[in-house]
């Protein structure tokens, strides 16, 4: 419920002048039945109004007294809640100062309860951080509040809370800065940096988010081409489209015009009745009109998640959303690459089937033209006040040939940027298409079917040269949300278990790490160890703990302590689910299998670098040449690439061999198939030998 502050007449009397009979001959008049007598009696004592008076006119004074009030501060809202919550016979409740003097009364107000439960749900949540930034553009200096009620009181602590300047205005807020603790900004500033609010309707209110709306989208706008630029300091193809505001488009329509006016969203409770705006939908939905007319195009609710607003997940007919994302029709099954378009309504789509989204259209036209390696996901939700472009751009996981594209309305002020840092204005296709096709409902962003098709020919015809069908899968940005998942399932834990087993380094020396599968352990991985471990003062030896060799990963990570106990200057620990393991690099496991594919090592190296070498100090990565498996050599030719950039070294070290071959564990389990143990004994340390004649002989 809304609560606010009202001035009324009153007629005082003390509490020992007061008789029935005056009582009586007071609300017997038919001028006094809407007035309120405030009772004294060494102070505030309650009021009396014809309401409480009627219901106990026939039992004593103290029955027709309400005795109710609150304190003005901070707490009277709440506390006028519960008053009204547990006494529906209340009309309204004094307010003292904390000198109990009477100043006002608090009524309930329920044309602001939309309002003020927006504001509630709203005060601590990150949307308002817009307010910081455009203060600090100097853009805003100061906001004023011209009234003083529930509503008005939640904004003015949001102003607080984030240090933007604020003043109420009026004698109620006078009043009330003197019996608080608050303090108004009393500064003086040019008008066009004053934003001011009158909020005592839900009119008022309305426009105050207009006003909010159109900081937010400023600021949006401007933090989504800040992150578009930076992605493309990373070689990643992002790209923006610039859709026009109703205001911006020079040759609007009779139609659109009457769209506009009419306010024909299609978004309506019960359907309409009037015939222009029926006329107008059936222009606009053509063909879809009937299944609209029967709400079989809704189904898309935004939902909050935490910080962040997703659509609610659905399932119709023609409409589809599927964990938070509405449903792209025609995405191909073996896909490796991905566009993500994000967007408000335009790119969820509105009152349109699923196959006529930008993003499913987008999809058909990739399919028709060859490029089945991509999948278009539907990032869309609609206008929220946090919808969260940036956070979720963040979080993806980006290869090198994955397309992000940013379809919406972007406020453009000069302070800011300007249209140049719009990669394609859709303007001046909104003024130049065919004067028989309707595009849109009431404003541009709500495009139709047919709007949706021609913005997504436009789309394919801009990003076509970009779309590359090598399948690449070189990952380029490595998605924070993933990163978060890693560290709640239990990197934390492993990164506490390496700090137990780490060394501690004196000035200048150097720690070094080999990543090892070691099925088994051979004289090759050996030889490698010990040329590794002359190069550095700690060598540590990290054996894949995932459980999906021949040998069992406690056989092998023994084997290994046994062969090389010899050294102290060797650390030989399990790797954990972090390094080399179905969690980070799943092909290594069937490499076997897929030699001719494509990996990309991005997203383990990332750990390796992030998260592992830093907890053990590790400046040094060794490993040992790959001639012969492709998967393996891909690992290391992604090392040599990426450990540099990331501040560790990298040493390849040529492979020891025997009769020509190199030693490898591959090779000690051929001969093991074969039943060559003489052979065996020739490439693997003693307890290796020891190890497989038990096992095996």
């Avoid at 107008?280 to 910080?307: A, C, H, N, S």
């Avoid at 939700?381 to 472009?389: A, D, T």
Wanted: with cysteine.
């Amino acid at each position: 419920m809304g609560l606010r502050l009202l001035d009324l007449e009153v007629f005082t009397t003390n509490l020992t002048d007061l008789t029935m009979n005056i009582l009586y001959d007071f609300f017997g008049s038919d001028k006094h039945k809407s007035d309120t007598i405030v009772v004294y009696n060494n102070g505030f004592y309650g009021i009396i109004i014809y309401d409480t008076f009627k219901k106990n006119m026939q039992n004593n004074i103290e029955g027709c007294i309400q005795k109710e009030y609150l304190c003005l501060g901070e707490n009277m809202w709440r506390e006028a809640k519960e008053i009204f919550k547990f006494n529906k016979e209340i009309f309204c409740i004094p307010v003292l100062t904390p000198l109990n003097e009477l100043i006002y009364f608090a009524t309930n107000d329920s044309s602001m309860d939309i309002c003020v439960e927006f504001l509630k749900d709203f005060i601590n949540h990150p949307e308002w951080d817009f307010l910081d930034s455009y203060y600090i553009e100097g853009t805003l200096q100061k906001i004023e509040i011209e009234d003083f009620n529930e509503a008005a009181y939640l904004f003015f602590s949001i102003c607080k809370q984030h240090k933007i300047p604020v003043q109420g205005i009026g004698e109620q807020w006078d009043i009330y800065e003197k019996y608080s603790n608050i303090c108004f900004d009393n500064i003086k500033c040019p008008n066009e940096t004053i934003l001011k609010y009158q909020l005592n309707s839900q009119k008022n209110f309305n426009d105050l988010l207009k006003t909010m709306k159109r900081l937010i989208k400023i600021n949006e706008s401007k933090e989504i081409l800040t992150l578009v630029k930076e992605l493309k300091s990373k070689g990643i193809k992002s790209f923006t489209f610039n859709v026009p505001h109703h205001n911006a488009i020079n040759n609007i329509s009779a139609d659109e015009l009457t769209r506009k006016k009419y306010g024909v969203s299609g978004n309506y409770l019960t359907f309409p009745e009037d015939i222009v705006e029926i006329e107008q939908l059936k222009k606009v939905l053509g063909q879809d009109y009937e299944i609209f007319k029967e709400g079989l195009l809704e189904g898309l609710t935004p939902v909050r998640q935490g910080e962040l607003t997703y659509l609610k997940d659905y399932n119709s007919e023609y409409v589809n959303v599927i964990e938070g994302k509405r449903v792209t029709t025609g995405v191909p099954l073996d896909h490796t690459n991905t566009i993500h378009i994000f967007g408000h309504c335009i790119v969820r789509g509105l009152h349109v089937k699923d196959e006529d989204t930008i993003p499913s259209i987008l999809q058909g036209i990739l399919n028709k033209n060859g490029h089945n390696n991509f999948k278009v996901i539907n990032h869309g939700v609609g206008f929220s006040f946090y919808n969260g472009i940036i956070h979720k751009i963040n979080e993806l996981d980006i290869k090198q040939e994955d397309i992000i594209l940013i379809i919406e309305e972007f406020v453009l002020e000069e302070t800011f940027y300007n249209k140049d840092n719009i990669d394609w204005d859709l303007t001046h296709m909104f003024e130049n298409k065919p004067e028989s096709e309707q595009w849109y409902f009431e404003i541009p962003v709500h495009t139709n079917a047919v709007g949706n098709k021609h913005i997504a020919e436009f789309v394919y015809s801009k990003i076509n040269s970009f779309i590359n069908t090598s399948y690449e899968q070189k990952l380029l940005q490595f998605g924070k949300k993933m990163e978060e998942d890693l560290l709640s399932k239990g990197l934390r834990a492993y990164l506490d278990f390496l700090d137990g087993e780490k060394v501690m380094l004196k000035d200048g020396e150097k720690a070094g790490a080999i990543v090892m599968n070691c099925n088994p352990f051979t004289l090759g991985h050996k030889y490698l160890i010990e040329y590794a471990k002359d190069m550095v003062d700690i060598l540590y030896i990290f054996v894949l703990e995932e459980d999906r060799s021949y040998f069992p990963f406690n056989d092998r990570i023994k084997l290994v302590r046994e062969g090389t106990k010899e050294w102290d200057n060797v650390s030989v620990i399990p790797s954990g689910k972090y390094i080399i393991s179905t969690l980070t690099l799943s092909e290594y496991f069937v490499k076997d299998q897929i030699q001719d594919t494509v990996i990309d090592a991005t997203k383990d190296l990332k750990i390796f670098t992030s998260y592992i070498a830093p907890a053990l100090n590790i400046t040094v990565r060794f490993a040992g040449e790959e001639p012969i498996d492709r998967i393996t050599k891909q690992y290391n030719e992604a090392m040599k690439e990426i450990l540099p950039n990331r501040g560790i070294e990298f040493v390849e070290i040529k492979r020891k061999e025997t009769g020509g071959n190199v030693i490898s564990a591959s090779r000690v389990r051929k001969c093991l198939e074969n039943k060559d143990l003489e052979s065996i004994e020739k490439l693997v340390p003693k307890p290796t030998y020891d190890y497989l004649i038990e096992r095996f002989g």
